[in-house]
């Protein structure tokens, strides 16, 4: 199991009217950063669409002109859907995440109907620390409720 790191610099027009990230351009950022880490995950037979945004919690303002990461891994996968925990690593040296989400993607077919994952795909595990047993908490309480 490997995180997938995504970078993005927060340019003038990814700023709101503070000159912090816009949400827009925050949901932007955290679909491709769970899409890259859905797809390394699957490898190149991945045909991935998003099918729900379970979770997602902008915890800091992120200014402009910051290289922003977000930490992606798979922490629940069943035979075409899966889950991608997304964290923002922390901005300053005292600060945690800037931001925390979960992302469902399924593996669809060349119809967009729902097709099984390929065989012998990296076991699911949660990463170490804190933040990323938050996040498995959460999902397993949404899991719950759906």
């Not at 099918?51 to 930490?71: D, F, K, S, T, Y």
């Not at 889950?83 to 119809?111: N, S």
Request: proline share 8%; glycine share 10%; hydrophobic share 45%.
């Amino acid at each position: 199991m490997s995180n997938t790191s995504s970078h993005m610099l927060v340019l003038p027009a990814d700023a709101n009217h503070h000159g912090t990230l816009y949400a827009g351009s925050m949901l932007r950022f955290a679909l491709e950063a769970g899409y890259a880490t859905a797809w390394k995950h699957v490898g190149p037979q991945a045909n991935l669409v998003l099918r729900r945004v379970l979770n997602m919690e902008c915890l800091r303002p992120v200014p402009v002109g910051v290289v922003a990461e977000i930490q992606g891994a798979v922490l629940h996968r069943t035979s075409a859907y899966l889950v991608c925990g997304l964290v923002g690593t922390p901005l300053g040296p005292d600060q945690g995440p800037w931001i925390e989400a979960l992302m469902g993607f399924a593996q669809v077919d060349d119809d967009g109907k729902l097709a099984h994952f390929p065989d012998r795909l990296p076991a699911v595990e949660t990463p170490p620390g804190e933040v990323w047993g938050r996040l498995a908490d959460r999902l397993k309480k949404l899991l719950r409720l759906r």
